[in-house]
């Protein structure tokens, strides 16, 4: 029996692990494992603890002294929940978190010691991270990096087993010099700069509002796979996708997987994790089954963007370490399986001010409804203005098998807003032209979100082919990859809409004072200005359809197919001046981190290349030449004992078949090797990765039609690998 069907037996008779909840209740035990500001409360001194509140509400920095007092009352907590150790938590440009670990226990002499934990240990720590990449931002002789403690995210407890507890420190990472090495560092640069270009915007209509706060939805799609299939399979193991796999007669042509009965092993597992996430105050509030077989979806309730993206990176993280003690690998790959669909990571985003205003929310008066106007028009406006940089947030290796696959948000940025909003801008557009004096602000009195048939006939959330559409109270950028950072995408958003919000204050405060007319009515004639300027990057059809590809291409939008040519765009001239002019970016960070993205590309190519180059010479050739030698025996066989060769002309042409693949493929990859080669000789970062995506990536496609044209004629008793009907419907 080979390894595939010893892993078949072993999933086909998996046990649904018993999970114990900690509490009936999911209030008795959220965020148990936080030092939230509750918990703060109970171990500072009142002062203490309304300066740090003040100083986290505010961004401003805290104090050393205050700061010594947090990090002993942080010690105190920890230990009291099983902690020996603490980390700096950060997230370098792997994509993944980083931590490295230090016991709190100091020892005084050679028998005693005591467990200590300053404030100078809190707010920074040194881990050195020289094998992480940065660019050229460091060099062996300064390979040292820095990590600062971030408030405004709070510390946590990682469970690691039974009794393995860990204090988890939030922080950011910057070189030796000073600049970011990291996702978070630019990311609260960017939250920064849009709270304040917002606020000031916002006062236009309400001067009590002193905090705007940009907030995230995440919903994380992912697959999940018994370990044993997962383990039997060379390419998820070191790619995360299936390099080759013959398509199974059904896969989820019937969508009967959508929105099912969640299988029980399956819902053990979402259990287990969303307990533990919960723990951790992450506010997993849904859960589902999504189109593919055995793909999934759990999605947490909006908060801070900041605090959102560090909670989603944890959750990646946790759902890991669950799953294994389930006996199921997790599968985060855009697209792990070739012809079923890839799996994203919507990102839904809003502003909240701190009087509990969403200001992509519509309202009941003209003037809360032109405040919506004024943040909605200006969203739409960053995003034609900038939907380069959209683009370049969300490539990755990944992604590129989702982006234009006719299952998700495609390649080409446009948004999409329904058929409500649309009258709305039109009518904006049209009756202006009247003259702004005669204008009545009742005239844009909004009715949706009032009535439940004004829902129903509101189709905000209907166009599931945008990667960029306004759902009722945010906008949802549907493109991100289901593996991704979410900062990327944030850090773009919240610079690209700061950056108009300032421009448009500008804009009001010089037309007002020049032509001598009334704020509003200068906000009303700047707001058309940009309807105008913006309506190329409007679409409310099919963003699938060959005829958008035409008509987006006639307005100037850029369709981008590849990564290489997408991150091009963060070093763009415009991009450039962006990212420096706001100060979220220098030049030179901005050249690393490109070079970082692009750097990470080639490598995922490589290491695809070289597994699928193993995979085929290793296992598929000779199970191939194997079974090719049975039929050619069973052919000598029958010759033997007197069959004619026209009687045996089935067998003849099987031999000739599975001969002609493994001939192609012998020669695909000595392509492969030969583009490789030639990729790696090239010098220049750039150019190597514009070879791996023209010279190498086109031959997977090629060497994988011969490999599941051979797993479709081998015996099935031979073929080593788990199938796609194993991988998909063993749940």
């Not at 035409?550 to 990564?563: C, V």
């Not at 192609?664 to 514009?690: F, I, M, P, V």
Request: one cysteine or more; charged letters at 20%.
């Amino acid at each position: 029996m080979n390894s595939r069907l010893v892993a078949l037996q072993s999933a086909q008779n998996r046990q649904r692990v018993v999970v114990k909840l900690p509490a009936n209740k999911i209030s008795d035990f959220f965020a148990q494992n936080v030092f939230t500001l509750d918990a703060m409360q109970q171990y500072l001194s009142a002062a203490v603890f309304k300066s740090v509140r003040a100083a986290i509400k505010a961004g401003t920095k805290i104090d050393r002294s205050i700061a010594d007092q947090v990090a002993t009352a942080m010690k105190t907590w920890a230990l009291s929940k099983g902690a020996t150790s603490y980390t700096h938590w950060f997230q370098p440009l792997t994509g993944a978190t980083a931590e490295k670990h230090d016991t709190f226990f100091t020892p005084l002499n050679s028998a005693k010691g005591i467990e200590m934990f300053s404030g100078s240990a809190l707010v920074q720590q040194e881990p050195d991270g020289s094998s992480f990449p940065s660019g050229g931002l460091r060099v062996t002789f300064e390979a040292r990096g820095y990590t600062a403690w971030d408030p405004s995210s709070p510390a946590f407890i990682m469970s690691v087993g039974e009794s393995g507890r860990t204090l988890c420190i939030p922080t950011i990472f910057v070189s030796y010099t000073g600049e970011a090495l990291d996702y978070k560092a630019p990311l609260l640069k960017s939250q920064h700069f849009l709270e304040t270009a917002a606020l000031q915007v916002c006062h236009f209509f309400d001067k009590h509002v002193q905090k705007i706060t940009p907030t995230l939805g995440w919903e994380q799609e992912y697959f999940l796979v018994d370990a044993a299939l997962y383990n039997n399979r060379p390419d998820l193991v070191a790619t995360g996708r299936t390099m080759i796999g013959a398509v199974p007669p059904k896969d989820q042509q019937l969508d009967d997987h959508y929105f099912g009965s969640i299988p029980e092993r399956v819902y053990a597992f979402m259990l287990d994790f969303e307990t533990e996430a919960h723990k951790l105050g992450i506010t997993i509030s849904t859960r589902h089954n999504e189109v593919a077989p055995n793909q999934f979806e759990c999605a947490a309730v909006h908060t801070d963007v900041n605090v959102a993206i560090d909670q989603n990176q944890l959750l990646m993280d946790l759902m890991d370490r669950v799953a294994r003690r389930h006996y199921f690998r997790v599968l985060l790959h855009e697209k792990p399986y070739k012809g079923v669909n890839g799996s994203g990571k919507h990102n839904n985003w809003s502003l909240q001010t701190d009087t509990g205003k969403n200001l992509l929310s519509p309202g009941h008066t003209p003037k809360t409804n032109l405040q919506f106007l004024t943040f909605f028009i200006n969203t739409i406006k960053a995003v034609h203005d900038h939907a380069d940089l959209l683009r370049a947030a969300i490539a990755s290796a990944g992604n590129d098998h989702r982006l234009g696959a006719h299952e998700a948000p495609p390649a080409i940025i446009s948004a999409f807003i329904g058929s409500t909003l649309t009258g709305v801008l039109n009518e904006l557009e049209k009756r202006v032209h009247k003259g702004l004096d005669d204008y009545d602000k009742d005239d844009i009195k909004l009715e949706i979100h009032k009535r439940i048939p004004d829902l129903l006939l509101d189709n905000t959330d209907r166009n599931r082919t945008s990667p960029f559409a306004f759902t009722g109270n945010k906008f949802e950028i549907r493109a991100v990859g289901a593996s991704a950072n979410c900062s990327a995408t944030m850090i773009v958003l919240n610079t690209m809409v700061g950056n108009q919000l300032n421009a448009f204050a500008e804009a009001v405060k010089k037309m007002a004072r020049t032509e001598h007319i009334k704020k509003d009515a200068a906000i009303l004639r700047i707001l058309r200005q940009y309807v105008i300027a913006s309506k190329n990057i409007r679409f409310e059809g099919d963003n699938y359809s060959a005829a958008w590809q035409k008509t987006a291409l006639d307005r100037g939008l850029k369709m981008i197919n590849n990564t290489p040519d997408a991150l091009d765009l963060y070093i763009s001239p415009a991009a450039t001046a962006l990212f420096t002019q706001t100060g979220i970016y220098t030049k030179r960070e901005l050249t690393a981190f490109f070079e970082v993205l692009l750097h990470n590309y080639e490598s995922i190519i490589d290491i695809e290349a070289r597994t699928l180059h193993t995979m085929i010479q290793t296992q598929v050739l000779p199970v191939a030449i194997e079974y090719q030698n049975n039929v050619m025996q069973h052919i000598n066989n029958a010759l033997a004992i007197g069959l004619s060769k026209s009687s045996l002309g089935m067998q003849y042409a099987l031999v000739k078949k599975i001969n002609g693949h493994l001939n192609d493929l012998q020669k695909l990859l000595d392509a492969l090797d030969a583009a490789c080669s030639k990729s790696l000789k090239n010098k220049l970062l750039r150019q190597r990765a514009e070879d791996y995506c023209t010279l190498v990536c086109p031959l997977f496609n090629e060497i994988r039609t011969h490999a599941d044209a051979l797993e479709t004629l081998v015996d099935n008793r031979l073929w080593p690998l788990p199938k796609y009907h194993e991988l998909l419907f063993i749940r």
